[in-house]
C-alpha cells in the first residue's frame, strides 16, 4: 500500500500533472469571463437587431409535449459567438507574443555581416577585401 501511494505521489508532483490543473482551473475562472461577455454584453446587442429571443421558440407536439428547439438554438448560437470571442483573445495574445518574440531575437542576433561601400553586396564583417568588387576596406 506504501509503494502505491509513492507512485501516487510522484505521479502528482510531476511539472506536467501541475500545469494541467492550473490550466483547468484558470480555464474555468476564463469560462466566468467569457460567458459573462456573451450573455450580458453580446446578446443584448444580438436581441436589439435581431428583436426576438430564441428560448422562446417551441413546437407543440401533442397536447403538452412539446419540442423546445429555441433553447438548442439558443445553445448553438452561444456557443459560436463563445469560440469566436475566444478565437479573437488567443489571436491577439499570439500577435502580442509574436511582436515581443520578434523583438528578443532581433536583439540577440550577433551582426556577422557588413555591406560594401561600393558595391553594396553583403559580406563578412570580418573581411578586408570585397569578394565581389575587389576593393580593399581600410580599417
Known amino acids: 500500500m506504501k509503494k ?3 507512485e501516487f505521489k510522484e505521479f502528482i508532483s ?3 500533472v501541475m500545469d494541467m490543473a492550473i490550466g483547468i482551473i484558470i480555464g474555468g475562472a ?3 469571463v467569457v460567458s459573462s461577455l456573451v450573455a450580458d454584453i453580446i446578446n443584448p446587442f444580438l436581441g436589439l437587431f435581431g428583436g426576438m429571443n430564441f428560448d422562446q421558440l417551441k413546437w407543440h407536439i401533442i397536447g403538452d409535449v412539446t419540442l423546445n428547439y429555441g ?3 439558443t445553445a448553438v448560437l452561444n456557443f459560436l459567438i463563445m469560440a469566436l470571442v475566444v478565437f479573437c ?3 491577439m495574445m499570439n500577435t502580442v507574443t509574436n511582436r515581443f518574440s520578434a523583438k528578443k531575437e532581433e536583439e540577440e542576433e ?3 555581416t557588413k555591406i560594401c561601400p561600393f558595391c553594396k553586396s553583403e559580406i563578412d564583417i570580418e573581411a578586408t577585401r570585397c569578394p565581389h568588387c575587389t576593393s580593399l ?3
Open 14 to 16: 510531476r511539472g506536467n
Open 71 to 73: 433553447a438548442f438554438l
Open 110 to 112: 550577433p551582426v556577422t
Open 89 to 91: 483573445i488567443v489571436k
Open 30 to 32: 476564463f469560462t466566468s
Open 137 to 139: 576596406f581600410e580599417e
Open 4 to 6: 502505491f501511494f509513492n
